[in-house]
């Protein structure tokens, strides 16, 4: 039995390079044997990649409805009406309208995904709302933080995509954007539950979050002076 001297990867008698990091194997007591029983087969195929977006599209449209499908037929075929199996369905479908989209666009691919998943996500919302005893949430609490999700996910996929930024200057917006949207969340809760906002566990997140973002700022910043001084004296 020999190793890699490189790697340390148990090596075969047919082996005459390391599979793991190519290192050549040298062992004056087992030398190379190219006729030695195989760890794996010598040939490769290549796996061309199939760009086959409609064939895709099909495949995530029949894995998305046959659970819902099932779930509905089962449902209905135990207690003569469908009842939970309502809520799987409406999720596979939402699901189905985030899975779909990336694969089937091709043109502003991130933005037209996202605008679709919002109307989904809210239509499914309010036909969650439609079949659950609890009504008048869908309106007043699951609407509006679906549209602030969204509209603040599009302001960071526009940001990242046509406003030069550094990573850590994106990251502080990512975090600083995040940090606002906790807040307009518990705005938005505190309304729905009794009218009267006051902010409490959202300034909890809201400030580390905002303290982080600060102190990569100050990082970009320091790094930027260096850039400079090392542009302008050769360091
Ligand atoms: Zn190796």
Redesign the pocket.
């Known amino acids: 039995m020999s190793y890699?001297v490189?790697?340390?990867?148990e090596l075969r008698e047919s082996e005459s390079h390391?599979p793991?990091?190519?290192?050549k194997v040298v062992n004056p007591r087992k030398p190379y044997n190219e006729n030695a029983e195989r760890a794996y087969p010598r040939r490769y195929d290549i796996v061309l990649p199939a760009e086959n977006r409609m064939m895709t599209a099909l495949l995530a449209t029949i894995l998305s409805f046959l659970p819902a499908l099932t779930c509905v037929i089962v449902d209905y075929v135990i207690s003569e009406k469908a009842t939970w199996s309502l809520y799987v369905a409406i999720a596979m479908g939402v699901l189905w309208s985030f899975v779909l989209p990336p694969i089937v666009v091709r043109k502003h691919r991130d933005v037209i995904s996202l605008l679709i998943g919002t109307i989904s996500l809210s239509l499914g919302l309010w036909l969650i709302e439609k079949i659950v005893p609890v009504k008048g949430w869908f309106m007043s609490l699951a609407l509006p933080i679906v549209i602030c999700a969204s509209f603040f996910i599009l302001i960071i996929i526009l940001a990242a995509k046509y406003v030069v930024f550094g990573v850590l200057k994106m990251m502080a917006f990512f975090f600083s954007f995040t940090a606002l949207m906790v807040v307009v969340i518990e705005i938005v809760t505190d309304m729905y539950m009794d009218d009267n906002v006051q902010l409490q566990w959202s300034l909890i997140v809201f400030v580390p979050l905002v303290l982080v973002s600060l102190v990569m700022l100050v990082v970009e910043r320091k790094k930027r002076v260096k850039d400079e001084m090392r542009k302008k004296f050769h360091i």
């Open positions: 890699c490189n790697c340390g990867v390391c793991l990091c190519d290192t």
